[in-house]
Each structure stands twice: as C-alpha cells, then as structure tokens.
T-cell receptor
Framework: DTEVTQTPKHLVMGMTNKKSLKCEQH?????MYWYKQKAKKPPELMFV???????INESVPSRFSPECPNSSLLNLHLHALQPEDSALYLC????????????FGPGTRLLVL | AQSVTQLDSQVPVFEEAPVELRCNYS??????LFWYVQYPNQGLQLLLK??????LVKGINGFEAEFNKSQTSFHLRKPSVHISDTAEYFC???????????FGTGTSLTVIP
C-alpha cells in the first residue's frame, strides 16, 4: 500500500473559522510533510515532521498549526486564515527524510472567503 | 542554498515524438535530484531520481534523465510520448543532509494527437 490519503478533498472556510486538514499513511514512513501549492505554481514546503517531531518549519505564519499525533497521522490546524491562503494543500511522506522518494496525497483544495 | 530552474514553462509535442524537458540546478554542495509528475487534479508522483552512481537514470513510464555535473543539468527525456503523458513536470533538488527540498517552477507538457 503506497497510498497517502487526505481529508477533506475540498474545504471552504471563512476567515474566522477553525478547521483541520488530515493526512494518513500506512507505509511505515517516519517522515511526513505539508506543502502548499498555489495555482500554476510548484509546491512549497511548509512543515517537516521526522519521527513525530517537528524538524522544519519554513517560516509559516502561526495561523497554520501542524500536529503529528502518531507516526501514521498528520494534521494541519487552520485558524484565522486569509484569502491569500487559498491553495491546494498537499501531504507527503517518505521513509526518513527529504532525500528519499516522497509519496504524495491528492491534496485538499482550500478556499478562504 | 540550492535552486532549480526549468526554463520551459510549456512544451507542446505531437504524440509519438520525442521530448526533452530541461532542468538546471544551482548549489554550492552536492545534491540529490528528482523529477516528479503531477497529473491534473492529483498529487505528485516520482518519475526518477539521481542520488549517485550512473549519470543516466531510468524511471517509470519510459522516462530517463541524465545528470551532467559540468553543466549542472538534469534533463528529462522520453523517446516517444503518449497522450497520457500530458501533465505538469517538476524538477526538484534536495541537499545531502535532507534538510532542504525545492521544486522548480514546472513544465507543462501537452501531447497533441
């Protein structure tokens, strides 16, 4: 099973809402990632979790809050987002780190109104 | 720091013709190089990667790439494209410590029947 699942597929939220994106993998990978992808742009790395610990935060605003409850799950909590945060949010995982093959989920398409 | 340049934002090619997608990288240290493909409304999938050893790397779906250290290039090639190859292609680079990962701006490949 080389699948990374993400829920929900689509999300519309207002600027005062609180919502969460979820990501799950059962490949035994110990590294998980969040990326943000704007339309017609490449994915940009936001967060890296390694062995359930946050190892890289690429200067992401605090209105994005990641969480890794266990080695299979990765959440991204959203609060007080701005319209410019509308994007496709991709989750990925790999065995240990960014040098290795990353397996991507299909993404959550977020629209902030 | 590393960076990746994909000079061609769009490449149209007729079905069964060969194609080359160009990628150049910049880094002061040794790097790992990757090509990922993103089909419409999907996540990304690894096509191939160069870590070390033979400079000619073969990947999935008939793609191959050649690492050229003197020209700092990692161009992707396929001898005969199919309609199903229509997608966005991203070159990517990571440092050898696995602390950084950057995608290029992407090349949109359109295969014309």
């Amino acid at each position: 099973d080389t699948e990374v699942t993400q829920t929900p597929k689509h999300l519309v939220m207002g600027m005062t809402n609180k919502k969460s994106l979820k990501c799950e993998q059962h490949m035994g990978h110990r590294a998980m990632y969040w990326y943000k992808q704007k339309a017609k742009k490449p994915p940009e790395l936001m967060f890296v979790y390694s062995y359930e610990k946050l190892s890289i935060n690429e200067s992401v605003p605090s209105r994005f809050s990641p969480e890794c409850p266990n080695s299979s799950l990765l959440n991204l909590h959203l609060h007080a987002l701005q319209p410019e945060d509308s994007a496709l949010y991709l989750c990925a995982s790999s065995h240990r780190d960014l040098q290795e093959t990353q397996y991507f989920g299909p993404g959550t398409r977020l629209l902030v109104l | 720091a590393q960076s990746v340049t994909q000079l061609d934002s769009q490449v149209p090619v007729f079905e069964e013709a060969p194609v080359e997608l160009r990628c150049n990288y910049s880094s002061s240290v040794s790097v790992y190089l990757f090509w990922y493909v993103q089909y419409p409304n999907q996540g990304l999938q690894l096509l191939l990667k160069y870590l070390s050893g033979s400079t000619l790397v073969k990947g999935i779906n008939g793609f191959e790439a050649e690492f050229n250290k003197s020209q700092t290039s990692f161009h992707l090639r396929k001898p005969s494209v199919h309609i199903s190859d229509t997608a966005e292609y991203f070159c990517a680079v990571s440092d050898r410590a696995g602390n950084q990962f950057y995608f290029g701006t992407g090349t949109s490949l359109t295969v014309i029947p």
